[in-house]
């Protein structure tokens, strides 16, 4: 537990079959600090940060990249303001608002990953507008990302990087549900929209596209579409990789096979006319 004072973080010794809990309950502590706290989770196979009071987590490291489970609760305003979390082997990432108290609190946070990390949830749900401002979410290592946007809360001015090598489709599922509100974030999410992205404001729950929520597509994330993404727009892409050239068997009348007639792309030792087996001779040409 988080008892005050100016420290440099905490690291926990619990083993892989341990839980390590670290609850904050000192109001700006975080905040206060004269460098921002570094906490390891170490080995331990779950880890949890609980926060009560606004602040408490204000500007922290969080190291979680051994622990399989590793889940931050917010209940106090701006709990996790401008956290670094890193997260590795983790099979699930949680980051939840689990009441009304948790007020912006995942503003300006930022979340990275590794190859190892498995499926990220995260929470916003605080009943302000800033709960998920600004918030980066590096996931293109991870296999599944979740965000809900919900009770009037927002996901804005935030940058969503998805999945890029997933096995599961779509590894990137928005969804803005009873009042939330989506503005003005840009999306990176390679395979675009429905293979990779999928963005759902629900009907009849007040959801609501605030507009200049931008995604980003291609191999290069050069083509750009809006949200909601439909069908025949940049970044829809209906069928998984195809490239429809196929200029390997069609050529120019001139561009013909080294001794075939340059009005018919025939095969190498086959005549223009007639199509005959390979000894046949053309009626008017011989080989050479």
Partial sequence: TVTGGDTSGYDCT?????????????????????????FNCGNAGTCKFMCASQKCFNFAVIHATNSQTVILSSEGKECFKTTQINVGNADTVQLLIPSTAGLKSWKEATLTTTAATGSIDIQCHGESTDDCKTLTVEAQQAQYLHISVGVSSELEESTIRCPESSSISPSCVIDVVNG??????????QNGSPQDLEVNFVAGSGAISGGGNTVYCGSTYGTTATVPITSGSNCYVTTTTTTTTTTTTKSPTTAAPTTAEPTTPAPTTAAPTTKTPTTATPTTKTPT
Wanted: aromatic share 8%; net charge neutral; proline share 6%.
């Fill in 180 to 189: 939330g509100y989506m503005h003005v974030n840009n999306i990176y999410a």
């Fill in 14 to 38: 619990a083993g892989a079959s341990g839980t390590c809990t670290i609850n904050c309950a000192v109001q700006d502590w975080g905040k206060n600090l004269n460098a921002p706290p570094i």
